[in-house]
């Protein structure tokens, strides 16, 4: 009999308040409020996501375990008192004395448990000298574990359907989650220079899902069980492979199923496979790092980012553009050019975050040899505070902090709240998609999914699953309404409010007369950020530069699949990561 019980833990909350564990600034356990729509104040969206490696992990071995997800301190002790044989916990840098604490009352009080580390953080070079553990996983953990407890490694890997967001707001009004993520592979082959999710995983892309048919069947589980329709991808490149993302779309296609993608994607591999591409397979906001007005990346070169976005914005997909400051050239003028330049490419979102070397990237290991690395405690490492190498040009940490507040509160004032520019772009790539397609009809275009364009045939096709996707693009696009009212209530200036303003127009031109209910949605809302904006001027007199929110702790057991002990023990074909034994 199988004896072993895995804990698997996140690290503990609560998250985003500094104390002898964590920080305040840049560690809300949130994407958008955190790093992208920070100093947005009211209209900034508020979602929060599982720990999806854990799921997965505990998803996928022959042990039997339980998920503990964003335990407080006396959850994480409560559940050890279950009796466990291991307990294996994901972190990254930045929660490093989180872990320390775990893994120390771990050892104090049952010392006869096992401590397995991964994700991120593992990357810390002096790791063992910080926190005592056993094993560490330093790369990709399903088959890492599955060799740790001599599990077939070559299974096929089992994807867990998992609810996404676990919370989400707007304007202070909670929704009901209505959707899922999808990690289809982790890595990235492209390995720039400064990227850690590329190195981490040795420039490899290493899948766990074998295709786009399997990425699909994990959107109709989730259909079926959560009823969801919209997925966010963690892929760090997902169009590159596009052989997955053609096969997403053939199988959506053949059975009608316009599901929607919120994804990463670098620009060369948008411009490969196009935006009509995008708009077929449903890609609703895309992540693209253009990092600086310089274009150092290979995979920047060459495009004008400006035209791409412009494109991608008619067509109706929401451009995230992300940015790095305090590199090497940036001085007190550049830094604001490279700022201004960003905002100027006129995308929905703009993430800033500063310049971080990570342990094992070649950025950290050329500063390194330059004598350039700062000693700056890892709890202060996550990009939004005192950079932890030594720039050229700006020495005083205060500098570091305060650049990169200025850069998100220089982007609301001259862009405006960006659920305005969502709702903009979501309502135009709705008509542009019904002109479009009324204009294919007209000249008998189809799809040509080999070249991944429209082509003239002699007669017209029907395109039924265009038409199910021109009705979700429609849905979608309703969705933002209401969020337009409290937008104009609470812009930041008499542009911002002008901007809204026409796009309440636009809407009102485009969807006829509005429904009762859009409208009474649209005061539920508006009342709502008026208590909302009240929480977040209490929360500044107290000295926090907003509402700093909470998941809620979220547990899962598993049985553990005994079929991966069926198999002998092969040599797996995946490259598995060096172990970093320690004791
Ligand atoms: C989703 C996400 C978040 C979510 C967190 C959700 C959560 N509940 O944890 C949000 C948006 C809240 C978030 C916030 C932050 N994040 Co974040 N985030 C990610 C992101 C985009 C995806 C991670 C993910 O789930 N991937 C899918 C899973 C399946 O892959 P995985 O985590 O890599 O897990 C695999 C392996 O690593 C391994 N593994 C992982 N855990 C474990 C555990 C064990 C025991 C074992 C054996 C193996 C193992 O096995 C898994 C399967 O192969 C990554 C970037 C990326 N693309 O990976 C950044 C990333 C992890 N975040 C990062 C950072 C720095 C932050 C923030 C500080 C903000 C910021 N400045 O960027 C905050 C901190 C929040 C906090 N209080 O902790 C960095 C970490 C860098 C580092 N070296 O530590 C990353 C890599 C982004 C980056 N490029 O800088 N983040
Ligand atoms: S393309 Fe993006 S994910 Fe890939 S290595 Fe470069 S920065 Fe990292």
């Not at 966010?232 to 316009?258: G, Q, Y």
């Not at 009212?485 to 812009?491: I, N, S």
């Not at 911002?496 to 309440?504: I, Q, Y």
């Not at 977040?536 to 547990?555: D, M, Y």
Request: charged content about 25%; glycine content about 6%; hydrophobic content about 35%.
């Amino acid at each position: 009999m199988n004896e072993n019980r895995v804990l698997f833990s996140s690290v503990f909350g609560p998250y985003g308040v500094r104390d002898e564990w964590g920080e305040e600034l840049g560690m809300q356990m949130e994407l958008l409020n955190n790093q992208v729509t920070r100093q947005q104040g009211v209209h900034s969206p508020r979602q929060s996501y599982l720990s999806f490696a854990l799921y997965l992990l505990a998803e996928n071995i022959s042990v039997q375990s339980t998920v503990l997800d964003f335990p407080r301190w006396d959850d994480f002790t409560g559940e050890l008192e279950h009796g466990y044989t291991h307990v294996a916990i994901s972190f990254i840098v930045p929660n490093v004395l989180k872990v320390k604490r775990m893994a120390e009352h771990i050892r104090l009080h049952y010392p006869g448990v096992k401590i397995i580390l991964g994700g991120y953080g593992t990357i810390i070079p002096d790791l063992e000298k910080i926190v005592p553990h056993d094993e560490c996983c330093r790369g990709e953990g399903v088959r890492w574990f599955r060799k740790y407890f001599g599990d077939d490694q070559n299974a096929p890997i089992v994807h867990p359907v998992l609810k996404n967001p676990v919370y989400n707001y707007i304007y202070g009004m909670p929704s009901k989650s209505r959707g899922s993520a999808i990690f289809p592979g982790v890595g990235c082959e492209n390995g720039c220079r400064f990227c850690i999710t590329s190195h981490m995983f040795k420039k490899e892309h290493i899948p766990l899902l074998a295709g786009g048919r399997e990425v699909f069947e994990v959107c109709q589980r989730a259909e079926r069980k959560l009823g969801a329709r919209n997925f966010m991808v963690l892929d760090e490149n997902f169009l590159r492979h596009d052989k997955r993302a053609r096969e997403l779309l053939d199988e959506m296609t053949k059975s009608i199923r316009p599901y929607t993608f919120v994804t990463f994607s670098s620009a060369e591999n948008i411009r490969r496979v196009g935006a009509d591409f995008l708009v077929r397979l449903g890609i609703s906001r895309i992540w693209v790092g253009v990092e600086s007005k310089r274009n150092l990346h290979d995979k920047t070169k060459g495009i004008d980012l400006k035209e791409l976005f412009k494109e991608l914005r008619s067509k109706g997909i929401i451009v995230l553009a992300s940015t790095i400051l305090f590199h090497d050239h940036h001085d007190k003028d550049t830094i604001r050019e490279e700022i201004d330049w960003v905002i100027d490419l006129d995308t929905d979102l703009v993430q800033f975050m500063n310049y971080h070397p990570w342990p094992t990237t070649p950025l950290y290991e050329d500063l390194d040899k330059e004598h350039r690395l700062k000693k700056v405690h890892y709890r202060h490492q996550h990009g939004a505070a005192e950079l932890n190498f030594v720039h050229p040009n700006f020495q005083k940490p205060a500098d570091h902090e305060n650049y990169l507040r200025h850069a998100f509160r220089h982007n609301y004032e001259r862009s405006g709240p960006s659920i305005v520019n969502m709702a903009k772009t979501a309502l135009t790539g709705y008509l542009q998609a019904v002109k479009d397609y009324e204009e294919r009809q007209a000249q008998g275009s189809s799809w040509n999914a080999e070249l991944l364009r429209y082509e003239k045939n002699a007669m017209p096709v029907a395109d039924p699953y265009m038409l199910e996707r021109i009705k979700v693009m429609k849905n979608e696009a309703m969705r933002y309404f209401p969020s337009l009212l409290p937008a104009l209530v609470f812009g930041p200036n008499a542009r911002s409010r002008m901007k809204t303003l026409s796009v309440m127009r636009l809407y009102s031109k485009a969807m006829g007369r509005l429904k009762g209910t859009d409208i009474l949605k649209s005061l539920v809302l508006t009342a709502s950020a008026f208590v909302e904006f009240g929480r977040i001027l209490i929360s500044r007199v107290k000295g926090h530069e907003g509402i700093i929110r909470q998941p809620e702790v979220n547990r899962v057991e598993y049985p553990g699949d005994r079929s991966l002990k069926e198999n002998p023990l092969p040599q797996g074909s995946f490259l598995l990561n060096a172990k970093c034994r320690v004791n």
